[in-house]
């Protein structure tokens, strides 16, 4: 089931859910160090808006692109199980490569517990949200 366009519109919807997400959380006054955005901006010495755009092409062309790529080799009986699946890998490699460049070090952890998990969860909703998409873009409309 591997098209690499509903992939990447696939991601691009998962990224806008996750993103949104993670500005309501801003917004209510939880834990707003963590700002994915604003981190990929300061590592690249970019203005925030940046850091966004950024933001949006790692999930929309990486792991949109990635996950149909992958598809038929990512563990699950399901689109969304699947993108629940590479969601979690998205995490493990924000967890270990971004946030120790961000200087937050390993799985966030100079931020506390709650960076770690809360980003988990987001990845797992993104990753959900996105096999979902991926499916409905990908299986064919039945006849009326």
């Known amino acids: ?23 309501v ?18 590592m690249m010495g970019t203005p925030v808006i940046v850091g966004w755009i ?11 692109g990635g996950f149909a790529l992958f598809y038929d080799m990512i563990p699950g009986n399901s689109a969304i199980a699947k993108g629940t699946v590479f969601g979690v890998a998205a995490w493990l490699g924000m ?8 200087g937050a070090g390993l799985f966030g ?14 990845h797992i909703i993104f ?4 096999g979902a998409v991926y499916q409905s873009r990908s299986t064919p409309a039945l006849a009326q």
């Open 95 to 102: 967890m270990i490569m971004v946030m120790p460049m961000a």
């Open 127 to 130: 990753g959900a949200v996105m």
């Open 25 to 42: 959380k801003a917004m209510m006054g939880v834990m707003p160090e963590l700002d994915v955005a604003a981190m990929i901006a300061m």
């Open 54 to 64: 950024i933001h949006f092409m790692i999930g929309s062309l990486a792991w949109g």
């Open 1 to 23: 089931m591997t098209n690499l366009k509903n992939g990447v519109v696939a991601g691009f919807i998962g990224t806008v859910v996750l993103s949104a997400m993670m500005v």
């Open 109 to 122: 952890m100079k931020m506390g517990m709650m960076a770690p998990m809360m980003t988990l969860v987001l």
